[in-house]
């Protein structure tokens, strides 16, 4: 992957994507984001079993967040799958992530998490920048360079023929 760029302030440069300190970088950048994701999600796990009360009373007190009313609907009335599905999902993006399985669909699973998280923190008691929004352009990220495809399972499983015969796969895949 190479990419040339005009940048106004100085002459034409190349950025060379494709050495393999960049694919060293981007593996690494999958593994520290699915382990950060996995530990959270499996420490809840651990305390709370599938019973996540904290998930739907954490969405009930959101009444004054740029989401409006979304988020505390759902705290009220999703309670059933918030309660079990933010620890389990959680545990199960970062472990895809981490191994590079459905890379991107699990990167989708994160930026939905995060977004939900950096938008419903309606104070930014931590600025606009936080940590929450890293997450999300670390998720982002995986995304847009198919981080599944260094040394992760997804450069593996893209070269199955059913893969092949399917190429919309490689949307999820990588």
Do not use: C
Not at 35 to 61: I, M, N, R
């Amino acid at each position: 992957m190479s990419y040339q760029a005009t940048n106004p302030l100085t002459e034409d440069f190349e950025l060379a994507l494709d050495g393999p300190w960049t694919a060293y970088w981007l593996g690494f950048l999958r593994l520290v984001t699915g382990w950060w994701f996995f530990h959270s999600g499996v420490t809840k796990l651990l305390e709370d079993g599938l019973a996540y009360t904290y998930g739907p009373a954490y969405l009930k007190q959101m009444t004054g967040t740029a989401l409006g009313p979304i988020p505390v609907w759902m705290g009220n009335n999703l309670a059933w799958l918030i309660e079990p599905g933010v620890p389990l999902f959680e545990t199960l993006i970062g472990l895809a992530v981490m191994a590079g399985v459905l890379t991107r669909l699990a990167a989708a699973g994160g930026v939905f998490f995060m977004a939900l998280f950096w938008i419903g923190n309606a104070e930014f008691g931590h600025g606009l920048v936080n940590g929450d929004l890293m997450g999300l352009l670390l998720f982002v990220t995986i995304i847009v360079v198919g981080a599944g495809r260094y040394y992760g399972l997804d450069a593996i499983i893209e070269r199955f023929q059913f893969v092949k015969q399917q190429p919309r796969l490689r949307y999820l895949l990588g």
